[in-house]
């Protein structure tokens, strides 16, 4: 409860307007009406989930008191119920997602309730992984600092607001994640400052788990005061049950984001009056005195009679104020209401579950990208070739933009014209992937983020989802998986999840796969290749200068998420350059190469062992074998109808990778053909893959990956079979 005023002189609404204090009450109370219809639907069976945001109101009545719909944006945490109404999203979406109703805008009913989203009210569409919104949160900031620092976008008030801020909200418990803290050492780094607001809303537990076992002391303010004395990041802890206390916290907070363009966090002690979610039953690990002390709390019952006490509104005032808001909420549940008993609640379409996955706009392996080389110059290599794309996509998209572990030229831009140039590990004197993209294109669109994959991955997410073209760098396959969880949960799943609301079209360039003359090992030798076959996802492997360049070109200019897996130990080889195939040139994907023609064996491959496999059907060749080799180039999609026809020539198939054989993509290969070509085959569909294990150093490299003559032997072995 608000303290009251001890002289005469402090008004007990401290700066607050009247009207800015009803409405304080307003906001809450809108909430907890709507979170009491939910709990009672899901008592009764209506709706399958309950995880409630009483307790947590006054903080974000705080917030919303503040915020600009229409202006900012808002990324929950799962109790942030308050902020997706103040955005926009109206009651009757809110308890349309309770059920499950295609009416609901954030999923068209995919996700289960309270993971909020409206694209239009610049209400991002939540997942479940606890922790990701830090990292896109930033990402979106990012956005606003890209847009409003370059002369390009000025005016684009479609795309970003001077003075906008994100909103990320956040449980006491998931700022132990690794991301919370990634996100603040990018966002409150000056070298580019995010407009982002973390709000901490701690109710001292996180399902079971109290706030002293996640946080060393039981309170994070302490532990980031380091941010706020160097001037990084504005840093306050409020009493998150006192609305006045909190309205003026996040004021201040806000303020000086939108006026500093730099985040801050707000901390507040809130309660969480029910259990965690209606799965849960906290007398198992809460006592009884403990549960009950909870309700003296109650905003919703403190701050009323504190207005009135005060004499700052009369009851009848406030009974107003519940009186509209009934009649809203009791309208949109009756409409449910009626949905259900009608049967009529809209649910998903049995025959929906594939839609939204790729974008319906633009589709990467039609003809529109089948546009022929036009070879100019002396040959290049592959490093070259890739770099001179990445140069000539970003003259033609001013959206495009890099970040990645030592992809810039310079830490300091000051230096810029007096060294040579980084642009990437791979780099030498004559030139790295990413040389001269931030010497050419400036800072904003090429930079070294911090080492840390995660904040890669999750930055290069928030900017797409804002519209930007994010292409960042993941230095190493092998160092891919801190940043795979939000490829994973978030990349992947997210036109999918908000049903085509929000689209994530990044393309991830990664230096990838091992033939490292054994110097490798097994940290940078790795082919993960299959993991990035998921839902959502196009996959690309090119193994020349021409094939990167034209799949790297389709993938900057495509609307999907793309990983492009480049054989770095390829980059440099003289042998294999090319003339360079034109700055129109793209290659559709799904659409295999013919390496070598045969018509004895298929051999399906891709990446380095492309080489290899050439090598080996040019021999078998003067033996009077015809190995047919096709590299598929994109896994996905990938090529059914070239594999199939070249099977229907030689009845053989053999696949040929070097991922470990277990869980790699040649038994996806393996299993179509045994389905789809069984009548056609005349010997078993073989796999010649790495063996199961990890790449090994020195001559141990030889043994794991298949080598020449273990190709040449797995095909007579596939020839041999009667
Ligand atoms: C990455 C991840 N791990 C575990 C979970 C399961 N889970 C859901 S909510 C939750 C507790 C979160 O606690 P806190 O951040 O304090 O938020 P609160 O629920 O207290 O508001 C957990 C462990 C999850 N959703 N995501």
């Known amino acids: 409860m608000p303290e009251k005023a001890t002289t005469t002189k402090t008004k007990p609404g401290g700066s607050l307007a009247k009207a800015d204090l009803l409405e304080l009450y307003q906001i809450m109370y809108r909430g907890r009406r709507l979170d009491s219809v939910v709990e009672s639907w899901q008592r009764m069976g209506r709706s399958h989930f309950y995880i409630g945001s009483a307790g947590h109101e006054a903080l974000l009545a705080g917030v919303a008191l503040h915020f600009k719909p229409g202006v900012d944006w808002v990324v929950t945490h799962y109790r942030d119920l308050i902020m997706a109404l103040r955005t926009g999203l109206t009651p009757k979406e809110v308890l349309a997602a309770a059920v499950g109703s295609t009416e609901e805008p954030g999923s068209r009913g995919r996700q289960i309730p309270y993971h909020f989203g409206k694209p239009e009210c610049r209400l991002y569409t939540a997942s479940s992984p606890v922790g990701t919104q830090f990292l896109t949160g930033v990402g979106m900031g990012y956005a606003s600092l890209f847009y409003s620092s370059m002369e390009h976008w000025k005016g684009r008030t479609d795309l970003?607001?001077?003075?906008?801020?994100?909103?990320?909200?956040?449980?006491?418990?998931?700022t132990s994640q690794g991301e919370f803290w990634e996100a603040l050492n990018f966002a409150a780094n000056p070298v580019h400052p995010c407009p982002v607001l973390f709000c901490v809303e701690d109710n001292g537990w996180a399902i079971s788990t109290s706030v002293a076992e996640n946080t060393p002391g039981g309170s994070l303010p302490p532990l980031l005061s380091g941010y706020r004395e160097q001037g990084f990041i504005w840093l306050d802890s409020v009493d998150g049950l006192d609305p006045i206390k909190c309205a003026t916290a996040a004021g201040k907070a806000i303020d000086w984001i939108r006026r500093e363009r730099k985040p801050a966090i707000l901390h507040g002690k809130v309660m969480r009056f029910r259990g965690h979610s209606c799965e849960d039953d906290e007398r198992l690990y809460r006592t009884p005195e403990d549960i009950a002390k909870k309700q003296e709390g109650d905003p919703l019952k403190s701050y009323p009679q504190f207005?009135?006490?005060?004499?700052?509104?009369?009851?009848?005032?406030?009974?107003?104020?519940?009186?509209?808001?009934?009649?809203?909420?009791?309208?949109?549940?009756?409409?449910?209401?009626?949905?259900?008993?009608?049967?009529?609640?809209?649910?998903?379409?049995?025959?929906?579950?594939?839609?939204?996955?790729?974008?319906?706009?633009?589709?990467?392996?039609?003809?529109?990208?089948?546009?022929?080389?036009?070879?100019?110059?002396?040959?290049?290599?592959?490093?070259?070739?890739?770099?001179?794309?990445?140069?000539?996509?970003?003259?033609?998209?001013?959206?495009?933009?890099?970040?990645?572990?030592?992809?810039?030229?310079?830490?300091?831009?000051?230096?810029?014209?007096?060294?040579?140039?980084?642009?990437?590990?791979?780099?030498?004197?004559?030139?790295?992937?990413?040389?001269?993209?931030?010497?050419?294109?400036?800072?904003?669109?090429?930079?070294?983020?911090?080492?840390?994959?995660?904040?890669?991955?999750?930055?290069?997410?928030?900017?797409?989802?804002?519209?930007?073209?994010?292409?960042?760098?993941?230095?190493?396959?092998?160092?891919?998986?801190?940043?795979?969880?939000?490829?994973?949960?978030e990349t992947a799943t997210m036109r999918w999840r908000s049903a085509g609301a929000f689209t994530m079209p990044v393309v991830i360039r990664v230096p990838s796969q091992g033939y490292?003359?054994?110097?490798?090992?097994?940290?940078?030798?790795?082919?993960n290749e299959a993991a990035y076959v998921v839902p959502g996802v196009r996959v690309a492997l090119p193994c020349n200068p021409t094939?990167?360049?034209?799949?790297?070109?389709?993938?900057?200019?495509?609307?999907?998420?793309?990983?492009?897996?480049?054989?770095?130990?390829?980059?440099r080889r003289t042998d294999l350059a090319e003339p360079y195939p034109g700055d129109d040139f793209t290659i559709p994907f799904g659409k295999a190469r013919t390496v070598v023609e045969g018509d004895d064996i298929t051999l399906v491959t891709w990446g380095i062992p492309v080489h290899l496999s050439k090598t080996v059907a040019l021999k078998l060749k003067g033996e009077g074998i015809g190995v047919h080799v096709l590299d598929l180039r994109t896994l996905s999609p990938w090529d059914h109808e070239a594999v199939a026809a070249s099977i229907e020539r030689t009845g053989r198939l053999l696949v040929v990778h070097g991922a470990a054989r277990m869980m790699g993509f040649g038994i996806e290969v393996v299993s179509w053909v045994s389905r789809h070509c069984f009548d056609l085959l005349l010997a078993p569909p073989t796999i010649r893959a790495a063996l199961d294990c990890y790449v090994g150093y020195g001559t141990l490299e030889k043994q794991i990956l298949p080598q020449e003559e273990d190709i040449e032997a797995s095909i007579r072995e596939v020839l041999a079979y009667d």
């Open 160 to 174: 970003f607001h001077p003075d906008e801020f994100i909103f990320v909200g956040t449980g006491d418990g998931t």
């Open 516 to 527: 490292t003359g054994g110097i490798g090992a097994i940290w940078h030798s790795q082919s």
């Open 547 to 571: 094939d990167a360049v034209g799949l790297l070109r389709t993938a900057l200019r495509s609307d999907d998420p793309v990983v492009f897996l480049e054989p770095k130990v390829l980059y």
């Open 307 to 489: 207005l009135i006490e005060e004499g700052i509104v009369s009851e009848s005032e406030l009974a107003r104020v519940r009186e509209e808001v009934d009649r809203e909420i009791d309208e949109a549940r009756d409409y449910i209401d009626r949905q259900i008993e009608t049967n009529t609640v809209p649910f998903p379409a049995p025959d929906s579950a594939l839609e939204h996955l790729y974008s319906d706009k633009i589709d990467p392996a039609s003809a529109q990208f089948d546009v022929p080389a036009r070879p100019e110059g002396e040959p290049i290599t592959l490093i070259h070739a890739i770099n001179r794309t990445l140069h000539t996509e970003f003259a033609r998209n001013p959206a495009l933009f890099t970040l990645g572990e030592d992809v810039a030229d310079v830490s300091n831009l000051a230096d810029i014209d007096r060294v040579v140039g980084k642009g990437g590990v791979f780099g030498g004197r004559t030139g790295g992937i990413t040389a001269n993209l931030q010497r050419q294109f400036g800072p904003r669109r090429c930079f070294n983020s911090p080492l840390a994959e995660g904040c890669i991955m999750g930055v290069a997410n928030g900017a797409a989802v804002r519209g930007l073209k994010a292409a960042p760098e993941i230095q190493f396959d092998d160092y891919f998986w801190p940043a795979y969880h939000h490829f994973r949960s």
